[in-house]
């Protein structure tokens, strides 16, 4: 109800910068690895033929003037309460992955698929340029599959041995110093 004028407000400005729908919506791992539907805000143009990447690395054409302002400030993500409200996700938890790379790591998704998956985590601390840093690759999918998911995996491993209010306490802190720092990062002793 708080932010029902700001997603307003979100909503008119992504229908007067490029025709589609306000939302985005995609198909992510859950607790106990059923799924559901992600919202976000919609940042790319709309394309009628469906794309194989299931993320967007670096600059994209297909991101939107107005999106790469969503993205960058990650406001995009912001009806991701929605979720939350719905159940679906919770405020501090794994990033919900998309299904194709549960079977990548299997041993490693299964405790974590045990788990309510969040907006933020230490991964997305982290990763919080996670765009850009595929974006620099000539092979994406495959940088993320090897490099970033593994790294995001332990993150969470971590997080389960100490999961309490003041871990996600200070997982919100952090994130919000993120938010607004972008010098602002996880080290290994966090």
Do not use: C, W
Request: charged letters at 30%; proline letters at 7%; hydrophobic letters at 40%.
């Amino acid at each position: 109800m708080v932010l029902s004028p700001f997603f307003i407000l979100i909503s008119f400005l992504i229908k007067i910068t490029s025709p589609g729908p306000v939302f985005f919506l995609q198909k992510r791992m859950g607790k106990g690895g059923y799924t559901f539907k992600l919202i976000k805000f919609r940042s790319m143009h709309v394309n009628p033929v469906e794309e194989i990447n299931e993320f967007t690395p670096g600059d994209d054409t297909r991101i939107t003037k107005f999106g790469k302002i969503l993205r960058r400030t990650k406001i995009d993500e912001l009806p991701e309460l929605i979720n939350v409200f719905s159940g679906d996700m919770s405020l501090v938890g794994p990033r919900p992955e998309v299904p194709k790379y549960r079977h990548v790591y299997v041993r490693k998704f299964e405790p974590i698929l045990s788990l309510r998956p969040g907006i933020t985590d230490l991964a997305s601390i982290k990763y919080r340029d996670e765009e850009r840093l595929l974006a620099k690759s000539p092979n994406p999918d495959q940088v993320y599959r090897n490099e970033i998911l593994p790294d995001k995996l332990q993150l969470v491993l971590k997080y389960m041995d100490n999961i309490s209010f003041k871990t996600d306490l200070k997982i919100i802190f952090l994130t919000l110093m993120r938010l607004f720092n972008a010098e602002n990062s996880i080290t290994e002793r966090d």
